[in-house]
């Protein structure tokens, strides 16, 4: 049987389609009720399918509702407002759908019917350069929303668009060369780099010859001078290194690195190609595209290679996107990166679509977010004033995690607590950045995101390990409350409807998340969901109940514990049996 709001969409579009053969069917969509006063779910697309057959959206509801039988599954239909149609579940609806689920391991999602390929580029931190707090958004981020669009069946490829290639390595080859400390670099080689760096900046502010000799380093290194080469790849190897140490830590992998250096071989052709077809032309020296035709860009047309040669972020990111589509053949390309590179990539999509008409159905979206701020409501920073490095926030996160732990279980033995300390303060850390909406800054308050009440990671694993020692307490399994639901379950109570009711829209979450790119509603769910347990727990007698209901309500702390357990991993949360 399809989920109640599959089949009550699959029905409704049936109707519609009598009524309105011309409807595009997909438009209606049957979707949970803003506001659960009114009904459980609801369709709002009659009202535009009214206006552009010029009806009134009542009338056509009331003929849409004249062909649509849903009494096996729904309490009567409701129009309501301008035209919404709201629908509410039978009791009996919900309960066989949550016995339903007790057979299945992914319970409430359907399948995507038409999986897409997805590229996720995401994280794509710099060689010799500390990951700071703004690559830590795009790296829980862009994880985040390739695991959900797994989870609803779709194919997915990461890529960390590593940057590995540009100009900075003149001025590292430079630094390398002359004032390399091998000890600070065994020590920490990306603090030594980053030493580096900031060193020969500084002197070629100072002395043009400094500046000059740091160029030389970058032409040879382009032309492929074997010493240069050397270097550059040791400062890679040990980067990576480094970067790898931190997705380890966050269980966060990559099907691909492939970098930007790996495109640098091809820029040449791209560029010659775009000026034979003559959508680049010479500029003053360099290679330039314009946007003649389209407003919002003809004042900033984008340079795909400069006057001394050297070709920019942008032009690796055309080869970039043609080498994605020639190989994976994606039907969408997701950029996860903060909302300064919007311009970039308007120039790069709007240049790709002029140039390869024939890959016009490829979506291709710029996943942007916000600055991460102090208490101060100014950006992130040490109190120094320096940027926060993330492994030093991750370790800030699992020492404070260890004072919370400690102060509700003093008497666990230290590994113990350190191990729960992990699992909750990384917890925190990216629970508290899927919940902000993506494109607004947020404020970053240890104290917040590490409380044990409020929508927080921390309580909802709290909630989920309360869920696991009820049938520790009851010496029970979850498979035995299963099997037994498998043969069917009967709410009786408004709280276990209520709970019912919301498990039903996991799916319908997991989806939404993916449609618009954004965790906080998967966030939310899951905290509306921990909220709704607690009220049914607090009002429900479990272990003591009578039979059949104390096998039903197992049942229902069963299927809790399963959504809130998967509802995290596609947060990339983790989640301890005891805490
Ligand atoms: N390395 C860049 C940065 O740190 C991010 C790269 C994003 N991906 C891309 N294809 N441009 O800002």
Redesign the pocket.
């Known amino acids: 049987m399809p989920l109640p709001s599959l089949a009550i969409q699959e029905r409704l579009r049936a109707a519609v389609s009598t009524v309105c053969p011309e409807a595009d069917l997909e438009t209606v969509q049957v979707r949970p009720c803003p506001d659960p006063r009114f009904g459980d779910y609801q369709a709002v697309a009659l009202m535009s399918l009214a206006k552009s057959r010029q009806v009134p959206p009542r009338q056509l509801a009331a003929e849409v509702l004249a062909r649509l039988d849903l009494s096996d599954l729904c309490e009567a239909v409701e129009v309501a407002g301008p035209g919404f149609v709201n629908f509410r579940l039978r009791p009996q609806t919900v309960a066989a759908a949550l016995s339903e689920a007790a057979e299945q391991s992914l319970p409430f999602v359907t399948p995507a019917a038409a999986p897409r390929t997805v590229v996720v580029?995401?994280s794509?931190?710099?060689v010799a350069?500390p990951m700071h707090v703004?690559?830590i958004r795009?790296t829980i981020l862009g994880d985040c929303l390739a695991r959900v669009l797994r989870r609803l069946g779709h194919r997915v490829i990461t890529d960390n668009?590593?940057?590995d290639w540009g100009t900075q390595f003149g001025m590292l080859l430079l630094g390398w060369k002359r004032f390399l400390d091998l000890q600070a670099l065994t020590r920490d080689a990306i603090a030594e780099m980053e030493r580096l760096y900031k060193l020969v900046h500084a002197a070629c502010q100072q002395d043009p010859s400094m500046l000059e000799a740091a160029r030389r380093e970058l032409v040879a290194l382009q032309g492929g001078d074997p010493q240069n080469l050397a270097i550059w790849r040791e400062m890679t190897t040990l980067s990576r290194a480094e970067f790898d140490r931190i997705y380890e830590r966050l269980g966060i992998r990559f099907d691909y690195t492939l970098g930007?250096s790996f495109y640098h071989p091809r820029l040449q052709a791209l560029v010659d190609e775009l000026v034979r077809l003559g959508l680049a032309r010479e500029s003053e020296g360099a290679k330039v595209i314009f946007f003649d035709n389209l407003p919002d860009l003809k004042d900033t047309p984008l340079i795909i290679q400069k006057s001394d040669g050297a070709f920019n972020?942008a032009t690796?990111?055309l080869a970039?996107l043609l080498y994605r589509i020639e190989t994976w053949h994606p039907d969408e390309i997701l950029?996860?990166?903060?909302a300064r590179?919007q311009l970039?990539?308007r120039q790069?999509f709007a240049a790709f679509r002029m140039w390869r008409p024939d890959a016009a159905h490829v979506k291709l979206v710029h996943v942007w977010f916000g600055t991460i701020l102090g208490e101060d409501g100014k950006p992130f920073k040490t109190r120094s004033g320096d940027t926060v490095k993330l492994s030093d926030l991750l370790d800030e996160a699992e020492e404070r995690a260890l004072q919370v732990v400690t102060v509700k279980q003093p008497e666990l033995p230290e590994a113990e607590r350190r191990r729960i300390a992990r699992v909750v303060g990384l917890g925190a850390v990216k629970y508290a950045d899927l919940l902000s909406n993506r494109q607004s800054d947020y404020v970053f308050s240890w104290d917040r995101m590490l409380s044990l009440s409020g929508n927080t990671a921390p309580y909802l694993q709290y909630a989920y390990a309360r869920t696991a020692s009820i049938f520790r307490k009851g010496g029970l399994t979850a498979e035995a409350a299963r099997a037994s639901a498998a043969k069917g379950i009967g709410l009786q109570t408004p709280e276990e409807l209520a709970l019912g009711r919301h498990l039903l829209d996991f799916g319908l979450v997991l989806e939404a998340v993916a449609e618009d790119y954004r965790p906080n509603y998967l966030c939310n769910y899951l905290f509306e969901l921990a909220g709704r347990f607690t009220r049914f727990y607090e009002t429900c007698p479990v272990l003591k109940a009578p039979e059949p209901e104390r096998s039903h309500r197992l049942y229902l702390c069963e299927v809790t514990a399963r959504v809130l357990r998967l509802g995290l991993e596609a947060l990339g949360v983790e989640v301890l049996d005891q805490m």
């Open positions: 580029d995401f794509s931190p710099n350069k703004g690559h795009s668009h590593l940057g930007e972020y690796t990111d970039t950029y996860v990166t903060d590179q970039h990539f790069v």
